[in-house]
């Protein structure tokens, strides 16, 4: 298990339990006395998964190429290969470099473990993008629209081994582009003149009800652009999405020493949007990227959690130091 033995495993939910009515598995117990509860099996594989904001790098120097996108990537492939090939791994923030770049390059990851779920036709011209990884045979997938461009979302479903799993993973509006909603830029289902980040939760929301599973697991990952306690994600919470980060007992990111914060990196040397990754004293002082679980199932979940990219690589490749500005999550799932 890569993660710390020190993390605290939280019950997401209690385990659902009736009784049995058939005779062979109630010999010599008198009905009106049978019992009401069955064993739980011991802990399930976990579903291991990564969200990542991968950075497009749109707004670096030009001579940087997108902020070394070729050098970040590799740099992210050796993260993902130290994390021993996760099932999942979700990128958001895929821009025209990396949407050539990651599918060149993705026979070389985990030994050509991971398929590529991404539809470049769907999510028009490549600026902010999302992109699946994954090692599972999928049941379904799709992109997940999102109002006001750039922003969207990719979804899949898979049979794992804690259940059925809906993944969708997200980008939703940053400052950069988030006007109140308006019947020009939102859909119905939003409210006239909150922001554009909180219809795009509502719009994950009716999303994942039409097409997510009634009786399994869901998870809504990645770049929120917002706190766990902003309104921004009240209708997750109020839909009964829990964090796991928050759930696997890990306290929350401190400003001060970047300890549990997912981003984004500053920098004194390198001011612009994407600087500092090529500067070892940068630091990250937010927490945005989430893995959000929504547990539909009948039995009981156990969740782990840390930051996906926390310490420099040691190996710096062509001076470049962090595959991104953000340092994603890493979660693991246990149907106990």
């Given at each position: 298990?890569?993660?710390?033995?020190?993390?605290?495993?939280?019950?997401?939910?209690?385990?659902?339990?009736?009784?049995?009515?058939?005779?062979?598995?109630?010999?010599?117990?008198?009905?009106?006395?049978?019992?009401?509860?069955?064993?739980?099996?011991?802990?399930?594989e976990p579903l291991r998964v990564?969200?990542?904001?991968?950075?497009?790098?749109?707004?670096?120097?030009?001579?940087?190429?997108?902020?070394?996108?070729?050098?970040?990537?590799?740099?992210?492939?050796?993260?993902?290969?130290?994390?021993?090939?996760?099932e999942v791994v979700g990128l958001?923030?895929?821009?025209?470099?990396?949407?050539?770049?990651?599918?060149?390059?993705?026979?070389?990851?985990?030994?050509?473990?991971?398929?590529?779920?991404?539809?470049?036709?769907?999510?028009?011209?490549?600026?902010?993008?999302?992109?699946?990884?994954?090692?599972?045979?999928?049941?379904?997938?799709?992109?997940?629209?999102?109002?006001?461009?750039?922003?969207?979302?990719?979804?899949?479903?898979?049979?794992?081994?804690?259940?059925?799993?809906?993944?969708?993973?997200?980008?939703?509006?940053?400052?950069?582009?988030?006007?109140?909603?308006?019947?020009?830029?939102?859909?119905?289902?939003?409210?006239?003149?909150?922001?554009?980040?909180?219809?795009?939760?509502?719009?994950?929301?009716?999303?994942?009800?039409?097409?997510?599973?009634?009786?399994?697991?869901?998870?809504?990952?990645?770049?929120?652009?917002?706190?766990?306690?902003?309104?921004?994600?009240?209708?997750?919470?109020?839909?009964?999405?829990?964090?796991?980060?928050?759930?696997?007992?890990?306290?929350?990111?401190?400003?001060?020493?970047?300890?549990?914060c997912t981003c984004c990196i500053?920098?004194?040397?390198?001011?612009?949007?994407?600087?500092?990754?090529?500067?070892?004293?940068?630091?990250?002082?937010?927490?945005?990227?989430?893995?959000?679980?929504?547990?539909?199932?009948?039995?009981?979940?156990?969740?782990?959690?840390?930051?996906?990219?926390?310490?420099?690589?040691?190996?710096?490749?062509?001076?470049?130091?962090?595959?991104?500005?953000?340092?994603?999550?890493?979660?693991?799932?246990?149907?106990?």
């Amino acid at each position: 298990m890569r993660l710390l033995g020190t993390l605290l495993l939280i019950v997401l939910f209690a385990a659902c339990s009736g009784g049995d009515d058939d005779d062979e598995t109630a010999q010599d117990v008198d009905e009106t006395t049978a019992p009401t509860t069955v064993a739980v099996e011991a802990a399930s594989e976990p579903l291991r998964v990564i969200a990542l904001n991968q950075l497009h790098g749109l707004f670096c120097p030009e001579e940087t190429d997108f902020c070394g996108a070729p050098a970040r990537l590799e740099l992210l492939f050796a993260a993902i290969e130290e994390a021993d090939c996760p099932e999942v791994v979700g990128l958001a923030e895929i821009g025209p470099r990396q949407s050539v770049l990651v599918p060149e390059r993705l026979p070389t990851l985990c030994d050509g473990a991971y398929t590529l779920l991404y539809d470049p036709v769907a999510q028009a011209e490549p600026v902010d993008n999302e992109m699946i990884l994954t090692s599972l045979e999928p049941v379904d997938d799709g992109y997940v629209e999102l109002s006001n461009l750039p922003w969207s979302g990719h979804w899949a479903q898979f049979d794992t081994t804690i259940g059925t799993v809906d993944f969708v993973m997200l980008h939703q509006a940053s400052s950069s582009n988030n006007p109140p909603c308006t019947a020009e830029v939102c859909a119905p289902i939003c409210v006239e003149g909150e922001e554009t980040g909180t219809c795009h939760t509502r719009e994950v929301l009716a999303f994942l009800d039409e097409h997510g599973s009634r009786d399994g697991i869901q998870l809504v990952t990645g770049d929120l652009n917002k706190s766990i306690d902003d309104p921004r994600l009240a209708p997750y919470l109020d839909a009964g999405f829990e964090d796991a980060w928050a759930l696997a007992g890990n306290a929350e990111c401190d400003p001060a020493t970047g300890a549990g914060c997912t981003c984004c990196i500053n920098s004194e040397i390198e001011d612009y949007d994407g600087g500092g990754l090529r500067d070892p004293a940068s630091s990250r002082d937010g927490r945005i990227d989430f893995v959000l679980v929504r547990n539909r199932s009948d039995c009981e979940i156990e969740a782990e959690a840390e930051v996906f990219v926390g310490e420099l690589a040691a190996q710096p490749v062509d001076g470049w130091l962090w595959p991104s500005d953000h340092a994603g999550v890493y979660a693991e799932l246990r149907c106990a």
